[in-house]
C-alpha cells in the first residue's frame, strides 16, 4: 500500500539539491594586492569628506556675513525711525503748548462758556494731533471736546505742563470774576506714538519736575525738555526689531546643498575612475560562476531523473488506483492498479473506451454531480464512495479521494486522486444490516409471544390462585386432613408468585413493544411514597427489616402516571427488604433537586453489588449470583422494569452500590414533570417529618 497525503494523491518525492554530490562553490578572485574592500572605502570617502568640510565652513562663514549685514541694516533703520518720530513729537507738544497759551489769551478777552467750544472746535481742526481740548471756568462749569468715555483730567487751576494717566497736560489758569478759570490742551499717548512712518512706535512717557535729577538714558531712551517749562519728558523707544532667521537660515541650506552636490560629484568622479578595473574582475568571476552553475544543473537534471524513476515504480506498483482525469469527464491518466479494478486489459484501452465517465463509468450517474459539486466547493473530496460499472457489465464500489488541480489563474484545469476497492467491506455492511434487522424482527416476535403467552397464562392461573385460597380457608367446609390445607396455601403463594412474574414479563414486554402508554395525572409525591411502603410492611416485619422515609416538607405535585410510579418504588422496596438481612434498614425518601426535577430514592443496607455487576443486574432474566440472591429467588425483571418505566416517563435511573454496605437507587423525574403552581400542604407528607417503620406495628407511621 502506498503512502498518501490526505488528498489521496501521491506526495511529490524531496529532491535533494545539497549532500556529498552538490558542486564546490564558485571561486572568488582576490582583489589586487592593497587594494581590498576596505582600501577602496576608505579611498572613495576621502575626497568627498575634504569637499564636505571646506563647503561646511564656506556655509558657517557666510551665513555669519549676512547676519551681521543684517542686524546693522535694522540697527540704522531702526535709529532713523526713532529720530523721525521723536522730531515729531516735539513739534506736536509744541502745538500743544501754543494752543494752551493761546486759549487762555481767549479766556483773557472775555471768553464764557458758550464761545469755548467753538474755539476748541477750530483749534481742533487746525491740529488735529491734539487729543482734546478741555475747560473749567470760574463759576464751576466744565467741558471737553471731543467728548470722552473716560474721566477728565483733574484741572488744578495752575500753569504747567503733568501726566495724568497716559494723557499729557498743558494747563493755564487765568483770574477771572468769581475765581480763576483754567483751560488745557491734552495730548494722550496714543498722540505721542501716532506718527506716519511705517512700523510706529510704542513710547512710555515719564514727566520729570523742574530740578529733578534725571535717571541716566539708557540705549532706548531720550530725555526732551519741555519748551519754557523747565520740565523734562523722558521716552523709552522699543528695542532694536529682532532680524528674521530666514535669510540667514536659507542662506546656510543653499550653501549646505551646494556642498553636498559637490561632494556627490567628487565622489562619483572618483568612482567612475576606478570602474573599469572592477569589471574585469567581476566579469572573470562571473565566468567561473556561470560554469559551476551549468554543472550544478546537469547533477540536478541527473538527480531528478532518478526521482521521476522512482515516482513512476510506485505510479506503477501502487496497489491503490491513481487517476487523473479532466473536467469533461475523460480519463487522462490511469496506473495499471486503476485499469485491473475496472477491467480493463491495459491503460490506452481504459483511455479509449471510456470517454464519459458520467454515463459510462457510474451507475448512477447523479453520483458523478454531486462529487463534482463537492470538488467545486470544497476543492476535495474524501472517501466518496459510487457504484462504478466494469468492462464486462458487473459493478464495484469504489472509494473516491480527490482535488482539483488549478492553473496559475486559480481555475480548475483537472482532478487527480486515488480510489479503493471497498466492495467486500460494503457487502459485509450490507450483511450486519440485515442480520441487524432480522434480530430486531426476531426481539419484537419474542415480546409478542411473551405478551399472547402471558395473558393465556394468567387465565388459568387466576383459577388456580382462587380456588386454593378457598380450599386453603375452608370456606365450604372443614378438610379432613389438616396437610390438604397446607398444600392449598402452597399452591395459593406459587400461583401468586408466578402471576407475579407473568405480570412483569406482559409489562415489560408491552413496553419493549411500544403498547404500555401513560395515563398521567397529577400525583402527590408523599402519598405514593407512603402507599408504597405499606405494601411491603409485612414482608418487611417478616423479614426483621426496619423502614424509614425522608421527605421534604413540602413536595410539588408531579405530571406523571401514578400506577407506573407506584409500580416503580414497589419493584425497589420489593428488591431492598428482599435482599437486606435482618437488623437491617430501608429508607425511602423524595425531594426536589437544585436543577427543578423531581428525585425518588430508596436506600437499604443490604449485602450490595460490586461495581461490575450493576450492568448484569440491569439485564431482563439476569441475576447477580450471591448465596442470599438463590434464596430470595425471583425472575430477574424487576430492575428492567423499573429502568423502562422510567424511561418512559423521560427520566432516568442509576444504581450505587457497595458490597456489604448497601445500595442507593435514584429516579430522577425531569423538571417539565414538576407542577409548581399548586404546592401541595405539609400535611400530605405526613406533616414534614420522616416517619420510621420497625418490626412493632404499632410504631409504623403510615
Not at 562619483?268 to 570602474?275: D, E, G, I, L, W
Not at 437486606?580 to 449485602?607: H, S, Y
Request: neutral net charge.
Amino acid at each position: 500500500m502506498t503512502r498518501r497525503d490526505r488528498t489521496g494523491t501521491m506526495p511529490p518525492i524531496p529532491v535533494p539539491i545539497s549532500g556529498p554530490h552538490t558542486a564546490a562553490p564558485s571561486p572568488v578572485l582576490p582583489p589586487p594586492d592593497g587594494q581590498g574592500p576596505g582600501a577602496e572605502e576608505k579611498v572613495w570617502l576621502r575626497l568627498p569628506l575634504m569637499v564636505v568640510a571646506v563647503g561646511v565652513a564656506a556655509a558657517i562663514l557666510l551665513t555669519a556675513i549676512v547676519q551681521t549685514t543684517l542686524l546693522t541694516d535694522a540697527r540704522d533703520r531702526h535709529h532713523i525711525t526713532v529720530h523721525t518720530a521723536v522730531t515729531d513729537l516735539l513739534n506736536r507738544i509744541a502745538a500743544a503748548d501754543a494752543a494752551a497759551d493761546a486759549a487762555a489769551a481767549l479766556l483773557v478777552g472775555g471768553a464764557d462758556g458758550s464761545t469755548l467750544p467753538r474755539f476748541a472746535g477750530t483749534l481742533l481742526e487746525r491740529h488735529p494731533h491734539l487729543g482734546a481740548f478741555a475747560w473749567r471756568l470760574a463759576d464751576g462749569s466744565t467741558g471737553v471736546l471731543p467728548e470722552r468715555q473716560g474721566p477728565l483730567p483733574d484741572l488744578r487751576a495752575g500753569d504747567g505742563v503733568r501726566l495724568s494717566g497716559d494723557t499729557l497736560v498743558f494747563e493755564r489758569t487765568v483770574p477771572a470774576d468769581g475765581g480763576p478759570a483754567s483751560v488745557a490742551a491734552l495730548v494722550t499717548a496714543r498722540e505721542l506714538s501716532d506718527h506716519p512712518l511705517p512700523g510706529s512706535l510704542a513710547f512710555r512717557a515719564t514727566l520729570l519736575a523742574p530740578g529733578t535729577v534725571a535717571p541716566p538714558a539708557g540705549p532706548n531712551s531720550l530725555m526732551l525738555e519741555l519748551p519754557d517749562q523747565g520740565w523734562i519728558l523722558r521716552l523709552e523707544a522699543p528695542p532694536v526689531p529682532p532680524v528674521s532667521p530666514a535669510i540667514p537660515l536659507a542662506t546656510l541650506c543653499f550653501a549646505l546643498a551646494v556642498t553636498v552636490a559637490l561632494a556627490a560629484y567628487a565622489q562619483m568622479v572618483q568612482r567612475r575612475s576606478r570602474a573599469h578595473a572592477r569589471m574585469s574582475a567581476t566579469l572573470r568571476r562571473a565566468n567561473l560562476e556561470l560554469e559551476a552553475r551549468i554543472q550544478e544543473r546537469d547533477r540536478v537534471s541527473a538527480i531528478l531523473t532518478e526521482s521521476e524513476r522512482k515516482y513512476r515504480d510506485l505510479y506503477q506498483n501502487a496497489l491503490e488506483g491513481i487517476f487523473i482525469t479532466s473536467l469533461e469527464g475523460r480519463f487522462l491518466s490511469v496506473n495499471p492498479a486503476m485499469v485491473r479494478m475496472l477491467g480493463y486489459g491495459s491503460e490506452t484501452e481504459l483511455l479509449v473506451g471510456l470517454l464519459d465517465i458520467g454515463s459510462q463509468l457510474y451507475v448512477d450517474p447523479a453520483r458523478r454531480g454531486e462529487m463534482l459539486r463537492q470538488m467545486r466547493e470544497k476543492g476535495t473530496v474524501q472517501d466518496f464512495e459510487a457504484e462504478m460499472r466494469r468492462r464486462d457489465g458487473s459493478t464495484v464500489w469504489l472509494s473516491l479521494t480527490a482535488r482539483a488541480l488549478r492553473n496559475s489563474a486559480g481555475q480548475i484545469t483537472s482532478f487527480q486522486g486515488s480510489c479503493e476497492d471497498v466492495t467486500e467491506r460494503r457487502r459485509a455492511v450490507e450483511i450486519m444490516r440485515v442480520a441487524m434487522q432480522q434480530s430486531e424482527m426476531a426481539n419484537r416476535a419474542k415480546g409478542e409471544f411473551l405478551a399472547n403467552m402471558s395473558h393465556e397464562l394468567r387465565t388459568p392461573l387466576n383459577a388456580i390462585i382462587g380456588f386454593s385460597e378457598i380450599i386453603a380457608a375452608q370456606s365450604l367446609g372443614p378438610i379432613g386432613n389438616p396437610a390438604y390445607a397446607e398444600y392449598a396455601s402452597d399452591i395459593h403463594d406459587s400461583g401468586r408468585v408466578l402471576l407475579d412474574v407473568i405480570n412483569e414479563i406482559l409489562d415489560l414486554s408491552a413496553i419493549e413493544t411500544g403498547r404500555r402508554e401513560l395515563k398521567e395525572r397529577t400525583v402527590d409525591i408523599g402519598r405514593v411514597v407512603r402507599g408504597s411502603l405499606r405494601l411491603i410492611r409485612e414482608r418487611a416485619l417478616q423479614g426483621g427489616v426496619t423502614l424509614e422515609t425522608a421527605l421534604d416538607e413540602t413536595l410539588p405535585l408531579v405530571r406523571a402516571d401514578e400506577t407506573a410510579l407506584k409500580q416503580i418504588l414497589s419493584n425497589l422496596l420489593s428488591n431492598a427488604v428482599k435482599f437486606t438481612p435482618p437488623g437491617g434498614r430501608i429508607t425511602a425518601g423524595a425531594r426536589e433537586t437544585e436543577d427543578g426535577r423531581m428525585l425518588l430514592t430508596v436506600r437499604d443496607t443490604g449485602i450490595g453489588m460490586r461495581p461490575e455487576d450493576l450492568a448484569h443486574a440491569m439485564e431482563p432474566f439476569r441475576q447477580v449470583e450471591k448465596p442470599l440472591t438463590r434464596h430470595a429467588g425471583g425472575a430477574g425483571l424487576g430492575l428492567p422494569l423499573v429502568k423502562a418505566l422510567v424511561d418512559l416517563h423521560g427520566g432516568s435511573f442509576e444504581l450505587e452500590s457497595t458490597p456489604d454496605a448497601g445500595t442507593l437507587a435514584s429516579v430522577w423525574l425531569p423538571a417539565d414533570r414538576v407542577r409548581r403552581d399548586t404546592p401541595p400542604e405539609a400535611s400530605r407528607t405526613g406533616g414534614g417529618k420522616a416517619g420510621t417503620a420497625t418490626v412493632c406495628a404499632a410504631r409504623f407511621p403510615f
